[in-house]
């Protein structure tokens, strides 16, 4: 959608400079590790910035630090909503470079592991400090009920936070978004796939309606 | 005191919330978790083993100052972000303590001697063994506890410069200023900031009636020794020899070999018997562990202590060692991709 994008971003973004009337919501996206939270962040950057946010890898914890992209401005129904998306560190009770050995070696299995540690304290950092709402991300072939997702939900719906899950991996066999809808229904729940890019269209108007 | 910076060896009541902005007195991030009785024999060992710098060698602790000077430029941004985080509140209260810490800097000169005799029987009775030779598993203590404790003995030239400094690096002077608030307070005042703190650090995880019975009274019975440990030095550091001596003859006068095992029970009076060393990690692992190291590349995390705090706190497993780790680094991430 480039062309069309760039022209309809350079119009809105013209009207919102007139418009403002607040600061881009910052919406952080959580979730455990290899969610695929990276993989929709840079679905969404790319989508309507052109950029990506950062490097995706099957290896778990490849995000170690947040990654900001501002401004992104995401156009629903001729209104623009534009947030601030914060991909951050897959949140996990345990880190344990073992996990990496079978793809690189023991230093780096521990390094890695080191700083996915700071990168989980980073993430809960930026959970009470600096985001405005949350994208919950669960790899929807995995049991959902787990303690991290537990807690970190919990978390944000003590903050009062603005919420959604999103399924993600409908792509893969074993994906099942009503597990993940039963375990959180006091929820709205996504299906998508951010890798093959499906099921964006209600991505963008759930997340036009819950953050704009 | 469970806890002690290792750097600085100053020690800390269960719970106080000082030392989670990182040691007030040199800035270190590493405390490690100090049973009573070896807390109590370090913190004799390293204060004997300054009586010795301060009475003796004036080169020594000036060579030992430049060394902590260095060191000093990390404490200062660690400290800094630690208050412009953690305490706001508190951002008024080092002018206000200028003037009177400059006082009871002074004050203390005088008046050190006197003080002095509740506690040097220890430090003294210390000195010939542990300075040599400490027990086993904490040798280097006395080594690195020795030069902070010289550099306590520089506060005198900070206070004396304390105007110039105010007006030139009013920030540097508040970080000076800031860590030594509470120590230069009244003991009865201190005792009751010591409860408050401990109060305000476990609130939002142990409720308050459930501080443990022990805390009040190592508070209490520890902070005026290492105050006075902490007074005693910039006494001694201004090169007033007379005050070196009458320390000395005042140590040796109460000394007393068994005086840090005393010290160490009246920490666990009150319940009536003294917690194990793995009684009292446990319970500090409870209240304050955040990231447990469980061997070199695998950890363990409390995601709500990590919520909570702003500074995130690893224990390591061997000696109940720990480090609290304030990321200031966070600060620097506004502008996003990096």
Not at chain 2, 25 to 40: E, H, I, L, M, R
Not at chain 2, 163 to 173: G, I, N, S, V
Not at chain 2, 305 to 330: A, M
């Amino acid at each position: 959608m480039g062309l069309f994008t760039e022209l309809k971003d350079s119009i809105s973004r013209a009207t919102d400079r007139l418009f403002s009337e607040q600061e881009p919501k910052r919406i952080g996206i959580y979730g455990p590790p290899n969610a695929g939270k990276t993989t929709l962040a840079n679905r969404i950057a790319r989508d309507w910035t052109g950029d990506a946010v950062g490097a995706e890898s099957h290896v778990p914890h490849e995000t170690r630090r947040a990654r900001r992209k501002e401004n992104v401005e995401i156009e629903r129904d001729g209104k623009t909503v534009t947030i601030d998306i914060v991909d951050t560190p897959g949140v996990t009770t345990k880190v344990d470079y073992e996990e990496f050995t079978d793809e690189m070696d023991e230093e780096d299995a521990i390094r890695r592991s080191r700083e996915a540690t700071e990168g989980v304290a980073e993430a809960m950092h930026w959970l009470r400090e600096d985001v405005d709402g949350v994208i919950y991300v669960l790899d929807s072939a995995e049991d959902p009920i787990t303690q991290v997702n537990t807690m970190l939900i919990g978390i944000v719906e003590s903050r009062d936070l603005p919420v959604l899950i999103f399924a993600n991996k409908t792509d893969l066999d074993d994906s099942s978004v009503k597990r993940i809808e039963d375990a959180f229904p006091q929820h709205k729940t996504v299906p998508l796939s951010a890798k093959e890019g499906d099921n964006m269209d209600e991505v963008y108007d759930n997340i036009a309606e819950y953050f704009g | 005191m469970p806890h002690q910076c290792t750097n600085c060896g100053r020690t800390f009541a269960d719970g106080s919330k000082e030392m989670l902005s990182g040691c007030p007195d040199c800035g270190g991030n590493k405390f490690q978790f100090a049973p009573t009785t070896t807390a109590a024999a370090e913190s004799s060992a390293g204060t004997a083993a300054d009586t010795d710098d301060s009475g003796s060698a004036g080169t020594a602790s000036a060579a030992a100052q430049s060394s902590t000077a260095e060191s000093d430029g990390v404490a200062t941004r660690a400290a800094e972000t630690v208050r412009d985080w953690v305490s706001s509140d508190s951002a008024d209260e080092p002018t206000a303590d200028a003037a009177e810490r400059s006082r009871s800097d002074d004050s203390t000169a005088t008046s050190a001697a006197a003080p002095n005799q509740s506690w040097p029987s220890s430090e003294d009775a210390a000195a010939p063994e542990s300075d040599t030779s400490p027990d086993g598993e904490f040798d280097e203590w006395p080594e690195t506890a020795r030069r902070p404790e010289d550099r306590s003995g520089s506060p005198d030239e900070t206070a004396a410069d304390a105007p110039t400094e105010a007006t030139t690096d009013d920030r540097t002077r508040s970080d000076d200023d800031w860590p030594d608030q509470p120590s230069s307070g009244p003991t009865t005042t201190m005792a009751d900031d010591e409860n408050s703190a401990q109060a305000d650090a476990r609130s939002t995880v142990v409720p308050s009636d459930d501080l443990p019975s022990h805390s009040e009274t190592p508070g209490r019975e520890s902070d005026p020794s290492s105050r006075n440990g902490a007074d005693r030095d910039p006494a001694a550091g201004s090169a007033v020899d007379a005050h070196a001596e009458a320390e000395t003859e005042a140590a040796v006068d109460t000394g007393v070999d068994d005086q840090p095992p005393d010290h160490g029970r009246v920490v666990s009076e009150p319940s009536g018997q003294r917690p194990s060393i793995e009684e009292l990690r446990a319970e500090l692992n409870e209240q304050f562990e955040s990231i447990k190291i469980v061997r070199p590349g695998q950890y363990e995390l409390n995601l709500m202590e990590l919520y909570n705090r702003d500074e995130y706190i690893i224990s390591l497993q061997e000696d109940g060692r720990y480090v609290i780790d304030v990321p200031d680094s966070w600060h620097a991430d506004d502008d996003g991709e990096d």
